[in-house]
């Protein structure tokens, strides 16, 4: 065991051995011509090359495993029995010296995903309460526990802040590197690091349940979620092999040709066929990773790629979703009374509008927290009704006042169409059975989306949908806006999923974008769902890509970096193929023996895993100056 | 009976044959129930049950295939009767 232990740690050294050795054994015969230092150097360059592979063959049988490694050792073994001792040497030296490049190349493609997961702690600073610290191992601290962060440190735990505030760079979380202040109560991610202060973090979450493990460990599944390429080669693959053993002993029966039967087995090895479709996925994947774009696997590149319908949902998505108070058409007589009632209503709802407009009534410094409510009610696709002081409060669209019979003046009509045409949602109030107010409710357009669209489209994107719960007119002018293909408005949840239904039902692909919170359903429905600018856990459970930053820039390289991915693989399968069509042709005309067959196995190994390396690179990195030009540009 | 997780973190995986080799000595273990071997994060996942192996007795049978094992972390999954 100990032995094995020993070479195995120093494969290195062996292969740069043999190389020495077949370098003298040349030497010896062209400089000095004696075939005995040729024949000798070539003996034990063979030997000691040998060992390490027919140890990896010998556990992989133990484990009833038939394995390159195997393929390798038999034909080199039968070199040697016929004396070709040249050919067993470069054999097995291309062979190590193969795997050694394979490892480094390898390890390169892997590195995005190394550099995240060094970013995750190792240790965590307690904070005892008898005022003591002491610094522990990751694994023992516990929830409840209270954690202390310097300066400079990257939080361990995810958690709220106790004591202290700080600036906090969160972007190993959301992909955006920008300092985010926080203090006390506020919580915070573990993976962020402290631009300055200090704080006392208690733990909510350790380890692997924290948002960034569970990052960790969704972009690591991902790397070998195979797409069904991937898996149908896999299935191939352990055939194979063994099929590889078996065809090698028919040729020796029937041609009684040892020679060629050894060489089979060499140009057998299936290398460059299995390593090349993962290879390209886990580049692309770990070029997604760091631009905190998280794609699920080889299969979600596989069904992003023919996406050729987008559907968006609007607010914050296709706008901002930090909606204000625009427009107030104000018809009563103590418009204080009329906000401070609307407002307390809209505390009762976490609809985005009320949001907005409890906002603006406490900016416009009325008290409408300690008034009464006696009972409410909310009426799905029309808003909601309250009893508050001693009033019937009705807040909502144009249905529910139409349902209650509240009568609309002329003015009040042209009022109510000027806000509209504004893009603003409309919040109509109605007291007591008269119309008080009409409040326009507006959200920001997402800066440079119309040219992000566009760049969707150019990568072949051919249908933009946008689905709100939001009235028509408020759709429509978004839409003519950023320009889109097919707007559907004041729809429930489930029609949305049910024009995704109809979508798929046309045969297109369809792709659901929304932030993930609220929209589940639809993401779940779309052949691929994108939560956008939310790393919950929902988002990350229910959809396929997860976009941390909210950005579309992040979009469309999802995209376009799926397409590449996917050409890429086709790549490196097609490689592969050729390879093996060309050795087989290659052993029938007799232009190719073993050494050569294993250069042509090894340098194909590499050009896959080169083609691969080109995904890692691809496409530019988001940059400050970009972040900077998102700046808002408001509707009205 | 409890099932427990165990995650070996393994020195860098290189060949997907050096999968199947872990993967299917780790399930011929006594009380494994269920095996993954992630290949690109070099990482062995294993269901198991702790009245018949430990963790630590998983670590031993990989390591003897050859692959050094970094580190073993143990974790509770939902208890099974």
Not at chain 1, 359 to 385: C, I, R, S
Not at chain 1, 400 to 429: C, E, F, R
Not at chain 1, 519 to 525: E, G, L, Q, V
């Amino acid at each position: 065991m100990k032995f094995q232990r020993y070479i195995q740690n120093h494969q290195n050294q062996i292969t740069l051995a043999s190389a020495i050795l077949i370098a003298i054994g040349f030497a010896g015969k062209y400089l000095l011509s004696s075939t005995v230092v040729y024949d000798w150097a070539f003996i034990l360059a063979s030997i000691i090359a040998a060992v390490p592979i027919m140890i990896h063959a010998y556990q992989s049988l133990r484990v009833k495993v038939i394995s390159i490694e195997l393929l390798v050792s038999i034909a080199v073994v039968g070199a040697f029995i016929i004396g070709e001792y040249n050919e067993s040497a470069i054999v097995t030296f291309l062979f190590l010296f193969g795997s050694y490049l394979e490892q480094r190349t390898l390890s390169k493609t892997r590195q995005s995903i190394k550099s995240l997961t060094q970013m995750a702690p190792e240790t965590a600073v307690i904070l005892h309460d008898d005022g003591t610290q002491e610094e522990v191992d990751i694994d023992d601290v516990d929830e409840g526990d209270h954690i202390m962060v310097k300066t400079g440190a990257s939080v361990p735990v995810d958690g709220n802040i106790v004591s202290g505030s700080g600036y906090l760079d969160e972007s190993v979380i959301t992909g955006e590197s920008k300092a985010v202040a926080k203090t006390a109560g506020d919580s915070v991610y573990s993976g962020s690091i402290l631009g300055n202060g200090t704080l006392t973090v208690e733990a909510t979450k350790v380890g692997e349940d924290t948002t960034f493990g569970k990052i960790i460990e969704l972009v690591e599944d991902a790397q070998d979620a195979k797409s069904p390429a991937e898996s149908f080669i896999d299935k191939f693959a352990q055939y194979y092999t063994p099929a590889v053993l078996v065809i090698a002993v028919l040729v020796y029966l029937f041609t009684r040709d040892f020679p060629t039967a050894i060489t089979v087995l060499v140009l057998g090895c299936p290398g460059a066929l299995v390593i090349g479709a993962p290879v390209s996925n886990v580049a692309g994947i770990g070029n997604g990773a760091k631009r905190g774009i998280l794609l699920k696997g080889g299969a979600v590149m596989d069904d992003f790629a023919k996406v050729d319908t987008f559907v968006f949902d609007k607010t914050g998505t296709l706008t901002l979703g930090n909606t204000a108070v625009s427009a107030v058409k104000d018809y009563a007589d103590d418009s204080k009374e009329a906000l401070a009632l609307v407002a307390r209503a809209e505390r009762l709802s976490n609809h985005p509008l009320g949001k907005a407009i409890t906002d603006y009534a406490t900016h416009e410094k009325v008290d409408f927290e300690q008034l009464d409510v006696a009972e409410n009610d909310t009426v799905k696709g029309q808003g909601l009704t309250a009893t508050i002081d001693g009033h019937h409060v009705l807040v909502g669209n144009l249905k529910m006042m139409n349902a209650n019979s509240i009568a609309l003046t002329d003015t009040q009509k042209a009022d109510l169409t000027d806000v509209q045409h504004t893009g603003s949602s409309v919040v109509m109030v109605a007291v007591d059975g008269a119309l008080k107010l009409i409040l326009g409710v507006s959200d920001t357009i997402r800066p440079g989306i119309k040219a992000q669209l566009q760049a969707l489209r150019d990568h072949g994107a051919k249908h933009l949908v946008m689905l709100t719960g939001d009235n028509k007119i408020t759709a429509q002018y978004v839409a003519e806006q950023i320009g889109l293909d097919e707007v559907h408005a004041e729809l429930l949840p489930e029609e949305k999923v049910d024009y995704i239904k109809k979508f798929k039902d046309q045969g297109r692909t369809v792709a659901f974008v929304g932030d993930g919170i609220n929209d589940s359903p639809a993401i779940a429905t779309a052949q691929i769902g994108i939560a956008m600018g939310s790393g919950t856990d929902v988002a990350i459970e229910t959809s396929d890509v997860v976009l941390m930053q909210s950005s579309f820039e992040a979009l469309v390289h999802a995209y376009a970096l799926s397409k590449k991915t996917v050409i890429n693989t086709k790549e490196n399968i097609a490689i592969a193929i050729g390879v093996v069509v060309f050795l087989l042709i290659g052993l029938i005309v007799g232009f190719i023996y073993m050494a050569s067959g294993m250069f042509v196995h090894e340098a194909s190994i590499l050009v896959v895993i080169f083609n691969a390396m080109r995904l890692i690179s691809y496409g530019k990195m988001p940059t400050q100056a970009q972040q900077a030009a998102t700046q808002k540009t408001s509707l009205t | 009976m409890t099932t427990k997780r165990a995650v070996l973190q393994l020195d860098g995986l290189t060949c997907p044959s050096c999968m199947t080799k872990i993967e299917s000595a780790l399930a011929h273990q006594p009380g494994v129930e269920k095996v993954k071997v992630l290949f690109n994060a070099s990482k062995a996942k294993a269901d198991f049950d702790d009245s018949k192996v430990s963790a630590e007795e998983l670590g031993q049978v990989v390591d003897k295939l050859g692959y050094e094992v970094k580190k073993i972390k143990v974790k509770d999954t939902v208890a099974t009767k």
